[in-house]
């Protein structure tokens, strides 16, 4: 890969490191460093002949005195500076062993998720923050008939847990009463709502989500909390990009669409679409939760499925 210079990017490996209480472990860049003074996710250049997520382990160790246990692939970014490219492969780091310090005298602090844009972070690091803050699983709630069956439902997943819930209006139609006991019984338990084709509404605290139709016929980002779409080609991806989208479906990955006729990707299809843009990416099409890790490695935020365990 090389940039519009003909440059080859930089590879370069960040983690985004969680404690148990889900804090995340940020660092300051040197002020005499290429975006100095700024907030970061700790890494590092990978050296030739070197592994990613060897190159993470001995920059952790270096920078903070940490050695890696577990790791799972969270992010890529391609990001075009005006004097260099780079090539930002980014992993959860959720267990290590050590005392994270900021061993070359860098200033490092612990911070809730929902604060990272409270700080400076060079830009490549955008689509990382919101990648950060996004959910493994968005539950998918399930077509009903009755407003009790429905009701149920909601409930269910709001209990189990769940913080993204999704609902399509082209399956079940709901009343007006029904959508605001949704949106004000999940914003109570700190649950956000992602809506799909829902009628023209005054309030705009929901997430939406446009299929990949209303996708290639929006021209302006609409008004929302966050705006998602679901995509089945590059073009999609192109388009949700460009219209600067927080995340995007792409599937289906393993079970054909009867609905929208696709045909099943498999997880290389789905993994080389994924490479293609810089936005946090959910798989769907016949996942549910025990598919996460092996998504994650293929380049996936998560899964967004009605699958998901309540």
Same mark, same amino acid.
């Given at each position: 890969?090389?940039?519009?210079?003909?440059?080859?990017?930089?590879?370069?490996?960040?983690?985004?490191?969680?404690?148990?209480?889900?804090?995340?472990?940020?660092?300051?860049?040197?002020?005499?460093?290429?975006?100095?003074?700024?907030?970061?996710?700790? +890494?590092?250049?990978?050296?030739?002949?070197?592994?990613?997520?060897?190159? =993470?382990?001995?920059?952790?160790?270096?920078? =903070?005195?940490?050695?890696?246990?577990?790791?799972?692939?969270?992010?890529?970014?391609?990001?075009?500076?005006?004097?260099?490219?780079?090539?930002?492969?980014?992993?959860?780091?959720?267990?290590?062993?050590?005392?994270?310090?900021?061993?070359?005298?860098?200033?490092?602090?612990?911070?809730?998720?929902?604060? =990272?844009?409270?700080?400076?972070?060079?830009?490549?690091?955008?689509?990382?923050?919101?990648?950060?803050?996004?959910?493994?699983?968005?539950?998918?709630?399930?077509?009903?008939?009755?407003?009790?069956?429905?009701?149920?439902?909601?409930?269910?997943?709001?209990?189990?847990?769940?913080?993204?819930?999704?609902?399509?209006f082209e399956d079940t139609e709901l009343t007006h009463e029904q959508l605001s006991w949704l949106?004000?019984?999940?914003?109570?338990?700190?649950?956000?709502?992602?809506?799909?084709?829902?009628?023209?509404?005054?309030?705009?605290?929901?997430?939406?989500?446009?299929?990949?139709?209303?996708?290639?016929?929006?021209?302006?980002?609409?008004?929302?909390?966050?705006?998602?779409?679901?995509?089945?080609?590059? +073009?999609?991806?192109?388009?949700?990009?460009?219209?600067?989208?927080?995340?995007?479906?792409?599937?289906?990955?393993?079970?054909?669409?009867?609905?929208?006729?696709?045909?099943? =990707?498999?997880?290389?299809?789905?993994?080389?679409?994924?490479?293609?843009?810089?936005?946090?990416?959910?798989?769907?099409?016949?996942?549910?939760?025990?598919?996460?890790?092996?998504?994650?490695?293929?380049?996936?935020?998560?899964?967004?499925?009605?699958?998901?365990?309540?």
């Open positions: 890969m090389e940039d519009e210079l003909g440059r080859k990017p930089i590879e370069v490996v960040a983690a985004v490191i969680r404690d148990d209480d889900g804090n995340i472990l940020i660092a300051k860049r040197p002020q005499d460093k290429h975006q100095g003074g700024k907030w970061e996710f700790p +890494g590092g250049k990978v050296e030739a002949g070197e592994s990613r997520r060897a190159a =993470l382990s001995r920059e952790l160790f270096e920078e =903070l005195g940490i050695d890696v246990g577990h790791s799972a692939r969270l992010i890529s970014v391609y990001h075009e500076y005006e004097n260099k490219s780079i090539y930002l492969d980014v992993y959860e780091i959720t267990q290590w062993s050590g005392t994270a310090t900021g061993k070359e005298g860098q200033p490092v602090q612990w911070i809730r998720p929902a604060s =990272l844009n409270d700080f400076e972070f060079p830009e490549a690091n955008k689509p990382i923050i919101e990648a950060a803050i996004l959910p493994k699983f968005i539950k998918i709630l399930k077509p009903v008939v009755t407003a009790e069956s429905f009701e149920a439902q909601a409930l269910a997943s709001l209990a189990s847990g769940q913080s993204f819930l999704m609902h399509n949106l004000d019984t999940a914003a109570s338990r700190n649950v956000e709502v992602i809506l799909q084709s829902p009628p023209p509404l005054v309030r705009h605290d929901f997430n939406l989500h446009l299929s990949a139709d209303e996708l290639l016929k929006t021209q302006v980002k609409p008004q929302a909390k966050r705006v998602s779409a679901t995509c089945y080609s590059p +073009g999609e991806l192109f388009k949700a990009q460009r219209l600067g989208l927080d995340f995007i479906f792409i599937g289906p990955v393993l079970m054909n669409s009867v609905v929208n006729v696709q045909q099943a =990707l498999g997880w290389p299809s789905f993994q080389s679409l994924v490479g293609r843009v810089n936005i946090p990416v959910y798989a769907i099409g016949g996942l549910s939760d025990k598919d996460l890790e092996l998504s994650r490695e293929y380049g996936a935020q998560g899964i967004a499925s009605t699958s998901i365990a309540d």
